[in-house]
C-alpha cells in the first residue's frame, strides 16, 4: 500500500468515527502532535492509548455523533511521507457549527503511521469557548 493510499484511508477512518478501527493505524511509538497551544487536544499523544483514548475520543466527544468529517483536498507523498491539506467540519453537540482548515506532515511505515503533526486555525478554535 502506498504512503498516500495510507493517509486516505486514515483520513476515511477518522471521519467515520470508528475509532477501534483506527487504532489499527498506530503501535505504541506513534505519536500525534497538535503543534497549537491553549486548545483541547494540544501536545503531544503516543501510542493508540495517547492518541485514540486520550486525545481523538474525548475530542470527537465535543461534537455530535459520527461529527466532525475530515475532508482531505490534496496529498502530496514523496517516500514514507506525506503532505495533507484538509478541511473539518461538522456540528458540536450544542449545535454550533464547526468549519477548519487543517495542514498536516505524516509519516507513514508500511500500513501504520509512525507520526502526525497537525496544523490548524487555532484562533480560530480558541474562539470556539470549548
Known amino acids: 500500500m502506498t504512503t498516500e493510499a495510507v493517509v ?16 489499527e493505524f498506530f503501535d505504541a511509538d506513534s505519536t500525534w502532535e497538535i503543534v497549537a497551544t491553549g486548545i483541547p487536544g494540544a501536545g503531544t499523544h503516543t ?4 492518541i485514540v483514548d486520550g486525545f481523538l475520543a474525548p475530542v470527537r466527544g465535543l461534537f455530535e455523533p459520527g461529527d466532525p468529517k475530515v475532508a482531505v483536498q490534496q496529498v502530496l507523498a514523496d517516500g514514507d511521507r506525506a503532505a495533507v491539506e484538509a478541511t473539518g467540519k461538522g456540528r458540536f453537540r450544542d449545535g454550533r457549527v464547526y468549519d477548519n482548515r487543517y495542514a498536516y506532515w505524516i509519516v507513514v511505515d508500511g500500513r501504520r503511521i509512525r507520526s502526525i503533526k497537525e496544523y490548524m486555525d487555532s484562533s480560530y478554535v480558541a474562539g470556539l469557548s470549548l
Open 47 to 50: 501510542g493508540p492509548e495517547g
Open 8 to 23: 486516505r484511508s486514515f483520513f476515511e477512518t477518522l471521519s467515520s468515527g470508528d475509532l477501534a478501527r483506527l487504532r
